[in-house]
């Protein structure tokens, strides 16, 4: 809670530098724990997604430091991301079920993504056709191969509901959607008579610092200690 204070106040302060460094320094951390986790860590499928996971919140800090006098749309969506990534994190930590049907999902996604690009092979991709099906093919044999589950995969709001954070994402998600998505309201109204833009700015950020932060101090218990 002390930590989530310190960060709202670094934003609400509006001194940009500050907020800078802050964004910096737990990129430099974050860097350095990259490293730790590929030096003394295995290529058990655990260490790769967290990894990745980690990795990912560092490429959002790094967009986020050149969004900061963008358009708040922008550091909105690099908020939610972030958001999701938390959800994530605490998802795949929860059980070796979890990290399985999670890491299986990227099979489902890379084939649903061909699928969805045989479907435009009218107007793009013909000359990639055949190798297109041929790779969904070898997909979907790996995934039964490996027992990998082939279901659907989860949604934000079902790993929400798992972790047990649906009231959190439902609030946030209102935020979100309606305003960082081209709804009518964003398109017609934008912050207006919402709140202020800055003061939408700053709660975007602070909510982009907090996930990142912890899911930084997630992913730094799950590994300090483990080294193999």
Not at 112 to 128: P, W
Not at 162 to 188: G, T
Request: charged share 25%.
């Amino acid at each position: 809670m002390d930590q989530e204070k310190g960060i709202w106040d670094i934003v609400e302060s509006g001194n940009l530098a500050e907020v800078i460094g802050f964004i910096k320094s737990n990129v430099a951390l974050i860097d350095q724990h990259l490293e730790f986790i590929q030096a003394n860590l295995g290529k058990a499928e655990r260490n790769l997604v967290l990894y990745n996971l980690l990795a990912k919140v560092n490429l959002y800090l790094c967009c986020l430091i050149s969004s900061l006098s963008g358009p708040v749309e922008v550091i909105g969506f690099i908020s939610r991301s972030l958001f999701e990534l938390s959800l994530i994190t605490r998802y795949v930590l929860m059980s070796e079920e979890n990290l399985m049907q999670f890491v299986a999902e990227s099979g489902v996604d890379k084939v649903q993504l061909l699928e969805g690009l045989l479907e435009m092979s009218d107007i793009a991709y013909k000359e990639d056709i055949e190798g297109i099906k041929e790779e969904i093919a070898e997909l979907k044999t790996t995934l039964v191969k490996f027992n990998f589950p082939s279901k659907k995969p989860n949604s934000i709001k079902t790993i929400a509901r798992i972790v047990d954070s649906e009231l959190e994402y439902k609030a946030l998600y209102k935020l979100f959607s309606k305003y960082v998505h081209p709804s009518s309201f964003s398109i017609n109204l934008g912050s207006e008579g919402l709140m202020s833009e800055d003061r939408l700015r700053h709660t975007f950020l602070a909510f982009a610092l907090t996930y990142a932060v912890v899911t930084f101090q997630q992913i730094r218990e799950a590994t300090v200690g483990r080294v193999e």
